[in-house]
């Protein structure tokens, strides 16, 4: 089946910087992979998405990237703002199977 | 439009107990999922349901069992509750499309003691 590692597992920023967390996943055959944002409590929300035909994907301080050969893909956030702290997930979705697997997290801190 | 609505929000058993956690959405989708979630932990898949009459194991299905007789309920039964089942659970669902995007209800606390 389908592996998703994620990383780093925490991660600390001064509000400003930016963030990078990285994913790798193991089927070739994913074509989807979205990200999730959870925040303290709270249940995990879609925050952006790309599919395997895109390289690049951007909605205002948010990018994510995708390397299919290398099956990799990263969320990228700028200009970090307190608000951004939270757990971050990606995942990855196969259509064969129907099933979203989600990487292990990544607990984003921003500190002001 | 509720979207998907969980109860209960909060419950504690006993070690042996056994009891349903309920999930329904108004979404009118077909696929249906249930995860858990460890303290600090990523989102493990238990159950899922690819429409009515049809449900399947996840990575951690043992100690569960679901059943899917409408579109719009999605229930996880734990039968003998163990502290290891001490969880936050989360049903979620999406529509037809691939890259539908994946909708949580607003989770099941479960302490188990």
């Known amino acids: 089946g389908e592996n998703v590692e994620q990383h780093p597992s925490t991660l600390s920023v001064q509000e400003g910087d930016s963030a990078v967390i990285k994913c790798t996943y193991s089927?070739?055959?994913?074509?989807?992979f979205p990200w999730y944002k959870q925040e303290l409590g709270k249940r995990p929300q879609l925050i952006i998405d790309i599919r395997s035909n895109v390289g690049e994907k951007k909605d205002q301080r948010i990018a994510v990237t995708l390397n299919k050969t290398a099956k990799h893909f990263s969320l990228h956030i700028t200009e970090t703002q307190p608000e951004d702290s939270a757990v971050y997930f990606c995942?990855?979705?196969?259509?064969?199977?129907?099933?979203?697997?989600f990487g292990g997290g990544t607990r984003v801190l921003v500190k002001p | 439009n509720a979207g998907v609505t969980q109860t209960p929000k909060f419950r504690i058993l006993k070690i042996g107990q056994s009891m349903t956690l309920q999930c329904t959405q108004d979404?009118?989708?077909?696929?249906m999922y249930w995860y858990r979630q460890d303290p600090g932990m990523g989102l493990k898949l238990i159950y899922y349901?690819?429409?009515?009459?049809?449900?399947d194991k996840g990575e951690v299905p043992n100690g569960y069992n679901v059943s899917r007789s409408t579109t719009e309920d999605f229930p996880l039964r734990l039968e003998l509750a163990a502290p290891s089942q001490t969880s936050v659970y989360f049903c979620a669902t999406h529509g037809s499309s691939y890259n539908s995007p994946l909708h949580f209800g607003n989770g099941t606390r479960l302490t188990v003691t």
């Open positions: 089927d070739s055959a994913s074509n989807y």
């Open positions: 349901s690819v429409g009515a009459g049809i449900t």
């Open positions: 979404m009118n989708h077909n696929y």
């Open positions: 995942a990855a979705y196969k259509a064969a199977g129907n099933k979203l697997t």
